[in-house]
Structure formats: C-alpha cells, structure tokens
C-alpha cells in the first residue's frame, strides 16, 4: 500500500492565506522526512476552500524542495488552462524530477472560474473530453501533435520537451483522471488513466466505480493484463486524523473542519447563476470521520485496508490538515508515517 497525503492548502475561519500556504508546504515537507509515498496538490480559485491557484506551480516547488517523494496535482483544473500549455508543464516538472511527477486532471465545476479564465461554460459542459484527448496525445503521441477540434484548433507543432525523454528512458509522466460519474469513469477506461476517487464517498460506491472503469477499459480494447496495471494505480482521497482514543480524533476535526467548510465551500460563485445545493458542514464532517481513517492508529490501519480489501484500490491521498494548524498538522503526518504504516506492512 502506498500512502501519500492530500494538501488543499485550507484557509480556516480566522487564518490568512500566507498561514494556510505555510502549512500547506511544512506538511510537504514533513511527508517526504516521516517516509510518505506522496504529496498530492489541490487547487482552487477565489474561495478560501483552498488557497492554492496553481497546482503545477506548488509542485514545482515542492519537488524542488525534496528528493524522494512523488507530488502530483489533485486536480488541475483543465477547463481552465489550455491543454498544450498542461501538457508541457508536466514534461517538464516530470523530466527536470527525474520522473516524480504526476498529473491529475478534473473537469472542475460550473464555477466562476470559467468566466474568469475565459473557457466558458462550454469548456466545462461539453469540451472536457475533446480538451482530455488533446492533452494525452500531448502526452503519449508523436513528435508533432495539430488540433482539429472545434474548441481547439491550430496548425502542427514540435512536442518540446518531449515528455518520454528522461536519462533513464523512462515512460511519459503518470496522468490521472479524477472520477466522479459514469461518464468521468468511461473517459478515464477510455484513454486508460487510472482514477482519483473523491473523499465524499464509501467504499462501495468506490468498488463500484472501478468495476465500472475494468468493464470500460476491456471494451475500449485494452489488454487484460494492462487494464489490471493500470487499475494497481487508482487513487482514493479520504481525511486521516490519528490521536491516542478514536473520540479525541473526531473531536480535533469537529471542532476546525464545519467551520472551514461553511466558508470554504459557500464561497463558491456558479457561472450560471444556477442554483446549488450545500453539505450540511457539521454532518459532512461526520460522515468523513465515519468513513476514513480517523482515531487510534489500528483503527486507521484498519480502515485503510478495508478500503484496500472492498475496492482494490492501494494507492490513497489523505487530507491532514483538518485540525487548520501548523504544530498539529505536522504532528498528524508523522503518526500516520511511523504509527499506521507499520500496521499496514
């Protein structure tokens, strides 16, 4: 099992953005010290959710700050940015870490960003797979790649760099797409991308998801044994809080987690108008600390792998920050590392 952690870089009620950018990093930092498998990059616009814009440009950092970790992106926006100018960012973080870089992709929401960034509603309602296929053959194809699209249209060009070129003769870097419909799961068996799993939901629904992903990739005409590699790399996102007695767990994300989703999600602004619906905050953190690692280390252990057990899923992208401090968060990471790893081996 690999067990990496899952950073939005929160903004909690009564915390500036350079404290929630501060914690963000140290929490980095301290994953690759305590022995994590990864780091993984929220990133949102104009919401204190997250204070995190540009998840390409903190995993530069971040790996350029570390030596052993994986950072990868969970999500960068793609009805946000174009998929050429993804695609090269990518080559580069992936060739200049030697290989350390993944790429997780999302469609996003109907939020203001789109009017912002100038996509539009369209980019996000029904240019995502056109936007998805561009970025792959970006990817994976030729040395020279056109767009023949009707959102995305231009003449040939050179792939530079060329996203296979590592010394070591490395593949292109791991892109992952994150799932949360039928139609987001076909897309990803589709291109035959593993899949970001949110934390909002259990792990029946996350089993069937990736029976759903297996039936799609063997019909889209991938081989048995790719679409079983290929499945060892999904991903599930869950909330970890590890304490000495399960209750004190809970009551270090009741008391932070209601109040930074109150602010943090309500803030949200759709393109449209369209109305939307809120979580009710309070019940929404129950229901993480009901489903995910929170409390004594043998409990998350156990947790973690019957996650492991009912979906097949090995790889997971935990959110650490919940109790919305520094101390605390850095804390948590290394008792997940030292405390719940150990259980899992």
Not at 33 to 43: C, I, N, R, T
Not at 189 to 206: E, N
Not at 219 to 236: C, F, N, Q, T, Y
Request: one cysteine or more; hydrophobic letters at 45%.
């Amino acid at each position: 099992m690999r067990v990496g952690t899952f950073v939005l870089a929160a903004q909690f009620p009564g915390q500036g953005h350079s404290e929630a950018l501060h914690r963000a990093v140290r929490s980095a930092e301290v994953a690759e010290e305590a022995g994590l498998d990864s780091v993984w990059l929220a990133e949102h616009h104009f919401v204190p959710y997250g204070t995190c814009p540009s998840a390409v440009t903190l995993a530069a950092l971040l790996l350029g700050r570390t030596r052993r970790i994986r950072v990868g992106t969970a999500v960068s926006v793609l009805p946000n940015t174009h998929p050429v100018a993804l695609g090269e960012q990518a080559a580069l973080l992936h060739i200049t870490s030697g290989g350390r870089f993944t790429l997780g992709v999302g469609r996003g929401g109907p939020w203001v960003d789109l009017e912002v960034f100038g996509g539009g509603l369209d980019a996000f309602e029904r240019d995502f797979p056109e936007a998805l296929d561009l970025l792959m053959r970006w990817q994976r194809g030729p040395t020279r790649v056109s767009g023949d699209g009707p959102r995305h249209r231009f003449r040939e060009v050179a792939v530079v760099p060329r996203p296979d070129e590592l010394v070591d003769g490395s593949a292109a870097p791991e892109t992952i797409l994150a799932c949360t419909s039928p139609s987001s799961v076909k897309l990803a068996a589709r291109h035959g991308l593993p899949m970001l799993l949110g934390m909002h939901c259990g792990d029946d629904v996350k089993a069937d998801m990736v029976a759903a992903w297996r039936t799609e990739a063997l019909a889209a005409g991938h081989a048995p044994e790719e679409v079983a590699r290929i499945a060892g790399l999904h991903v599930s996102a869950g909330v970890a809080q590890i304490a000495d007695h399960t209750p004190d767990a809970a009551e270090v994300l009741l008391k932070s987690m209601p109040g930074w989703f109150r602010s943090g999600l309500g803030a949200h602004v759709t393109v449209d108008g369209r109305k939307r619906t809120m979580r009710d905050p309070l019940a929404y953190t129950e229901l993480l600390c009901r489903l995910h690692p929170v409390g004594t280390p043998r409990l998350a252990a156990d947790r973690l792998a019957a996650t492991a057990e009912r979906t097949g899923i090995r790889r997971f992208a935990l959110l650490v920050e919940g109790s919305g401090l520094v101390a605390a968060t850095e804390e948590n990471v290394r008792r997940l590392a030292s405390e719940v790893l150990p259980l899992l081996s």
